[in-house]
């Protein structure tokens, strides 16, 4: 065995042991006979590199992982990324860009053939990076939404559907990211409010020199106007039924329409009805057949329909319109607004309505068995509370439309001959299907595929199912699925999670994953949300190379509560950086000891083993709950307490031999296996200084390794055992806290004695060696009469007496004992006042009522021990 570093350092340890796990075959499964514990990884975007994000969301799948491991289940974790049709194609677009190559130069395979190297160049980056943070992943079985194995089963499952009669195509007002130049799905545009000009616009009634004022934060689509409506039952418009009013700029006469649909109350009550450019008046156009004229072209410019602004920008045109309705007179009030507008998630663009031919996955069909699955438990949420916000959402479910005006994607699998469709998994038995339907004399060239693609999350929505080859394989899909939990951000509960619990039972008749934990969002300590844009996003690598991967895994998951936003702050990767420290200093501690193996065990070391075994059952049992309720934060903070203050602060310091003395082989022994077990409990959350660590405490064997050592089963916990140790240590503290406010030295021996009594703590613990040897005391006395020449401690009711021969000043002395005095009579007061309450009494447990009136009898004890401490000093 090597000798130990000075100093733990992560950069020479980490890279070692991944290496070494990876060597291995740790992180790979196959299934066998053992229990199947699989989860598939949120595929990060093929664009994307490590941020905040990813580190908590892929610590807790990690710790999830390597929990299984060690509980000796078939942990088998699938990375993989997800195409990311909208933002890759963007990125491949700019980087052309810069070559000066534009995309309208290329064909389709030209672009394609650019969009797979970039691809190829930095599609991985983000899946070697999560090497770094440590996570456990079968990289053999990494998994792309594009490669052949996905891009096969995606177009099987579109054949599905539409054969299924649950996939079709319409004419529908979609949301149109014009920078992308692409539909977006409503989950994929993001609402906020934003300040914009309020223009209200009088378009004159032909034939008179009346008006009606007309409010718009849109004046560039009013060239797009087709009517003006106003409610049937509002008297101000109803003398004007039949009439028609004159479009400002454009000149175009339209009528008055009366509709329901417009609120009388809501500004003038009158309201420009644009088809093409708003979902509702695409509606009430419907049912007044009135034209629709779209304005604007893919691009968000100014189409030639409108007449005027031809080829501006929208912008610049809301900018010109809002004058030239000032030079015509037409311009009523120009005011602040503030309201509602819809972006592009990807790229931030104004959405706009715009009336498209897409396809659509009839989603009311699939519903239903997924609504269920969640509501009654069968697939269990974590936070409980996500799955109001699921049914609701559910409840109100809108058809999905899948169609996106992109290159980069699985191309749409359906083929147009004339004004009809075929839809099949290749050009082959399209036009087998087509001469079936059309004739023999049908070729290929006859049949034009559509030139869209599939909805990125058309794909991910397949993810538990694909990542196990499920639609050409039962094999792998029967033993890993369902899988055992998707750990995901609550933001794409609907986007994701729930298409993908619909596509479960659709394909597969079964739950995609048992469990669902929402991890939250990550945010600065101003609790705002970290982006580049506000610069508050840390570098997550910067971080590993500073504090270490195990720091930061520490410092993520000890402020993340189950469900909850994490607060991050890089002090707390710091504390996990000084946490693997203090573990590896306390390895050096006991590795520095020497071995006498005549020595017998002291009485006092054997106490204290039985202690600090007894204290890391009960842990085990608290983590146990922890991992069951996933409560990760407090499992992290739980494990961290116990090793750094019960096994650093106070085992080490009761078991460690005096300065240049050997120890017994017992307590050597022992101490080891104690801290081989604490390596076992910490290993999940922080892998790597554990088994670094697990490697310097013994001599191990070939395989004998941390990672796949077993998780320590529980045994009975001796509550007798932990009480005591409580109440002693409570007592060392008292005691030292006495020396320093009497400024006596920290290892001068001093008598202590106690008053002899029948429940008495040293006399029925049997621990006086370990209060001697932890308070540095020469003697512990039981005696009649407290002696007079020290000072009065009070510590769980008992009262002491520490002697020493320094003058007591006693009138600091009664000060200090009047406040503890008073101090006990406020908390017996407050006690008494629950008791007195019936309801109190009467409806909480008997177990709770009975720890309070403990509570009141030992507050009582109290006063009265301190009453005759206060009168001993006269």
Known sequence: ??????????????????AYWEEKGYFHSEPDDREAYSIVIPPPNVTGVLHMGHMLNNTVQDILIRKARLDGKNACWVPGTDHASIATEAKVVRMLREKGIKKSDLTREEFL???????????GIILKQLRKLGASCDWERTAFTMDESRSEAVIQAFVDLYNRGKLYRDYRMVNWDPEGKTVLSNE???YSDETTKLCQVKYRVEGTDE????????????????????????????????????????????????????DREFGTGALKITPAHDPNDYEIGKRHKLETIDVLNDDGTISDRAGLFIGLDRVVARKMAIKKLDELGALHKLEDYTHSVGRSERT???????????????????????????????????????????????????????????????????????????????????????????????????????????????????????????????????????????????????????RMIMS?????????????????????????????SLGNSPDALKLIEDFGADGVRFGVLSSSPAGGDLLFDEKLCEQGRNFCNKMWNALRLIKGWEVDHKLDTPLSNQQAIDWMKTKLNQTISDINKDYANYKLSDMTMRLYSVVWNDFCSWFLEMIKPEYQHPIDQMTLEATLDIYETICILLHPLMPFVTEEIW???????????????????????????????????????????????????????????????ESNFIAKSGLAGLLKKMAFLKEVVIVENLPNNGSTLMSDNEKYFLQFDVKI????????????????????????????????????????????RKKLNDGLERIKILEESLQSLG
Not at 3 to 15: A, C, F, H, I
Not at 113 to 123: F, L, S
Request: some cysteine; glycine content about 4%; hydrophobic content about 35%.
């Open 1 to 18: 065995m090597s000798e130990l570093m000075s100093r733990y350092t992560p950069s020479e340890v980490e890279d070692k042991w991944y």
């Open 113 to 123: 053939e650019h969009a797979w190297g970039w691809t190829d160049k930095y599609g």
């Open 188 to 190: 994929e545009v993001i």
């Open 211 to 262: 008006y009606i004022i007309v409010a718009t934060t849109r004046p560039e689509t009013i060239m797009g106007d087709t009517a003006v409506a106003v409610h049937p039952q509002d008297e101000r418009y109803i003398h004007l039924n039949g009439k028609s009013v004159i479009v400002p700029m454009v000149d175009r006469v339209v009528p008055i329409i009366f509709d329901d649909y417009v």
């Open 348 to 498: 931030q663009a104004v959405v706009e309505p715009k009336l498209s031919l897409q396809w659509y996955v009839n989603m009311q069909s699939l519903a239903e068995p997924a609504l269920k699955a969640v509501i009654d438990d069968d697939i269990r949420f974590h936070p409980e509370r996500q799955k109001n916000t699921y049914r609701h959402w559910m409840e109100n479910i809108r058809d999905w439309c899948i169609s996106r005006q992109l290159w980069w994607g699985h191309r749409i699998p359906a083929y147009y001959y004339q004004d009809e469709v075929v839809v099949a998994t290749s050009t082959q038995e399209a036009l087998k299907i087509a001469r079936e339907k059309f004739g023999e004399d049908i070729q290929l060239s006859d049949l034009k595929q559509d030139e869209d693609v599939l909805d990125t999350w058309f794909s991910s929505w397949l993810w538990p199912i694909t990542c196990f080859n499920g639609f050409n394989s039962e094999k792998e899909l029967s033993y890993y699925y369902p899988t055992s939990i998707l750990v995901t951000g609550w933001d794409i509960i609907f986007l994701w999670v729930a």
């Open 504 to 532: 479960g039972y659709e394909w597969q008749g079964e739950r995609p994953y048992k469990e669902v934990y929402f991890t939250g969002m990550v945010r600065d300590q101003q609790r705002r949300k970290m982006s580049k």
């Open 695 to 757: 490697h310097n405490l013994k001599e191990r064997a070939e395989g004998e390794d941390c990672i796949i050592s077993r998780y320590p089963k529980l045994k009975e916990t001796k509550l007798d055992v932990l009480s005591n140790f409580e109440i002693l240590k409570r007592l060392i503290s008292k005691i030292r806290e006495t020396r320093n406010a009497n400024q006596l030295k920290p290892k001068d021996l001093l008598s202590l004695s106690v008053e002899k009594g």
């Open 809 to 852: 000043d006693v009138e600091a002395e009664k000060k200090r004992i009047r406040a503890d005095l008073e101090y006990a009579k406020g908390f017996v007061t407050s006690v008494e006042k629950k008791l007195a309450n019936e309801r109190f009494v009467n409806n909480a447990p008997e177990t709770v009522v009975a720890n309070e």
